[in-house]
């Protein structure tokens, strides 16, 4: 067994019954969908106990509901492990990984903005890209946006 | 008793907007609040809108300077989706350009760090020594910023064999320059007073605000890209990756200088390969992008860019998400800028690099008659006889 399925493989180990879906799109780029009340969990186990670095993280509008990737790179052999939250659309929330990394600061802000996600524990939830006085509930994008 | 300095968002140094509030007391800057978004294009909306092809084009627009990095990453991420693999020929092309990319980036900053810290005639000698890789640029694809030269499944342009000699000429010229820059930086004990112990950004922050490219290389954390996941030919080329360890703004500028020697190395070795493979077969035709997801990522200048892409299997992206290396290292500024006095400020923000874009159009008109004395075409002209000008003369 090589170097680059060793982490993976500990990660599932780690991970095992809080994997929901486990998606391999090829050798360096792994999709794990997990559910949003683990969440602060999960990274604790890929950022602390096997030092993965947070690249960044994605809000998609989906049909049904509101999805975020947190993409996280191991760059000791260049795997992305993406962790995938689905919300609920009616009220999108999620606990805010601020109190795990810094990093995390300004994607949720951005995200919060652009997608409508409440990040819950975030200390400074504000407007990043757009200005102060935008419209409260207007999120860009989101698809029935007008 | 606290005051504000609010540097921005329109400054006399920098290019782009961005606005920095320090709060200081007496000298000592004790906190700092950083607001972006005064150059927000909406991008990433942007690119839902286009087709495939299109999204090429519009992402080498994000940055003037490392235009050529959306377009690396991007390109990427959507041959990460499809799972093609791309012929060896247009692999050491787009390893080429990213890599004179990477050189004139390198030396635009050092100007501008030089220029920060009040040292104009760095700035003026590393400026003068950018010309030259601009023009090569121009030479390759006809133009010094936004080159055009990739596109999904390969590049639009070859590097013909006959222009070969001058890269390899322009990178031999180059190393005795980077030399001069190295004992300028290395040697001059004004330059050590002034940048060493400024701006240190310790390995835990810079781990914890997951920095990434020269800053975190500069902090002790051994990352790229280019070496950790390999693409394009950085697999098959033989280079170092510098790491130093006190995380302060001359650490910083060590690291771009000795980056530049390894850029001129990567370089060399992609000709010399070029040289032997035939020539023309630089792409594989794409018809189709099935749904699916992809994520491509590539070493820019300033470090790691990232771009993820979902496809519902038309010919349009749904969701296109981009991160420059700059939003991460910004951010960092937080811890690094403070603690320090108001003069060192300027030096530590600039000093990871934040990409202005230094694609600005000027117009210039007569004030008596208030025409333009030169129009769009005239520049055009004026563009076009230049290009011929090198490619005779170099």
Redesign the interface.
């Given at each position: 067994m090589n170097m680059k399925e060793k982490i993976i493989d500990e990660v599932k180990n780690k991970l095992k019954d809080k994997i929901v879906d486990f998606f391999r799109?090829?050798d360096?780029?792994y999709?794990i969908e997990i559910n949003k009340q683990n969440i602060i969990e999960c990274v604790k186990v890929l950022f602390e106990d096997f030092g993965f670095?947070?690249?960044?993280a994605?809000g998609?509008d989906c049909e049904n509901n509101i999805e975020i990737?947190y993409?996280f790179?191991y760059?000791?052999?260049?795997?992305?492990v993406?962790l995938k939250v689905k919300l609920d659309k009616n009220q999108p929330e999620i606990e805010s990984l601020t109190k795990v990394?810094?990093?995390a600061?300004?994607?949720e802000r951005e995200i919060w903005e652009m997608v409508g996600v409440n990040f819950i524990g975030h200390p400074n939830l504000k407007?990043?890209?757009?200005?102060e006085d935008w419209p409260e509930g207007k999120y860009?994008?989101r698809e029935d946006v007008i | 008793m606290k005051k504000i300095i609010p540097i921005g968002p329109y400054h006399p140094l920098q290019e782009e907007p961005e606005f920095f509030k320090l709060y200081v007391d007496g000298e000592k800057v004790v906190d700092i609040e950083i607001e972006i978004g005064y150059n927000h294009r909406g991008v990433e909306q942007l690119s839902t809108t286009k087709h495939y092809d299109q999204v090429t084009f519009l992402v080498e627009r994000i940055c003037g300077i490392c235009s050529t990095s959306h377009p690396f990453a991007y390109v990427n991420a959507v041959e990460d989706l499809l799972g093609i693999d791309i012929p060896t020929r247009a692999k050491y092309i787009r390893s080429t350009i990213g890599e004179l990319e990477r050189l004139h980036s390198h030396l635009l900053w050092l100007g501008l760090a030089g220029h920060f810290i009040g040292y104009n005639t760095i700035w003026m000698w590393s400026w003068k020594y950018r010309e030259n890789v601009c023009d090569i640029l121009e030479v390759i694809s006809g133009n010094r910023q936004h080159y055009s030269m990739f596109k999904v499944g390969g590049v639009r342009k070859d590097i013909p064999k006959e222009i070969i000699p001058q890269i390899e000429k322009m990178c031999d010229d180059l190393v005795p320059v980077v030399d001069m820059f190295k004992g300028a930086v290395m040697d001059d004990p004004v330059i050590h007073a002034r940048l060493k112990g400024v701006g240190v950004l310790t390995k835990e922050d810079a781990i914890k605000y997951c920095v990434v490219g020269p800053t975190a290389r500069a902090s002790g954390i051994d990352i790229d890209v280019r070496r950790d996941d390999p693409y394009a030919a950085y697999g098959e080329v033989q280079f170092n990756v510098p790491v130093l360890y006190n995380g302060d703004v001359f650490d910083k500028a060590v690291i771009r200088i000795l980056e530049m020697y390894e850029s001129i190395r990567i370089i060399k070795q992609c000709l010399d390969k070029l040289k032997k493979e035939p020539e023309g077969n630089i792409e594989v035709k794409v018809d189709f992008i099935p749904p699916g997801e992809g994520i491509g990522r590539h070493e820019a200048p300033r470090g790691e860019v990232f771009h993820y892409i979902r496809s519902d299997g038309s010919n349009r992206p749904v969701r296109h998400k981009i991160r420059a290396p700059s939003y991460v290292n910004i951010a960092s500024n937080k811890v690094a800028a403070v603690g320090q006095t108001i003069s060192d400020a300027a030096i530590t923000l600039a000093s990871v690099d934040p990409c202005y874009c230094c694609t600005e159009r000027t117009v210039a008109i007569d004030v008596n008659t208030k025409k333009e004395i030169l129009t769009w075409n005239d520049l055009i002209k004026l563009s076009q006889q230049k290009t011929e000008w090198i490619k005779k003369h170099i």
């Open positions: 799109k090829n360096k780029r999709y670095r947070f690249s960044t994605t998609i990737l993409h790179s760059d000791k052999t260049g795997e992305i993406s990394f810094s990093a600061e300004w994607i407007h990043l890209l757009l200005p860009p994008l | -």
